[in-house]
């Protein structure tokens, strides 16, 4: 195959630099540092007008960073998972858990006897 003599291949029409008379004028902004826990230094650009918040996740480590480089924000407490069975345990008590399980068998038996088909 023969390559076609198109110098303009692989472009857009309209592509090219784009410069602030195309674009518009950029917006005021201010450069506000967040600190985290494992010291580490980010400067996130708001709008001037923009309320930056007290908080912000660190994008090195993932950690909360906060305005104070003295007092940053410690490490959010990690809960360990929990199966289905340690949440029912939370709500039923252990009496409660026998009513229900005598009452279910108590269900199953009675199909049992009427010759129902349980799957």
Known sequence: MAGGGNAIRGSRVGAGPMGEAERGEAAPRKAVTYFCA???????????????????DCPKCGLPAGLDEENAPPAPKIEPYKTHLAYVKERRSDAEAEDILEEAIALLRSRRKSGEIIF
């Open 38 to 56: 494992n010291a580490h230094r980010s400067v996130i650009t708001f709008a001037v007008e923009a309320t930056p918040p007290d908080s912000w």
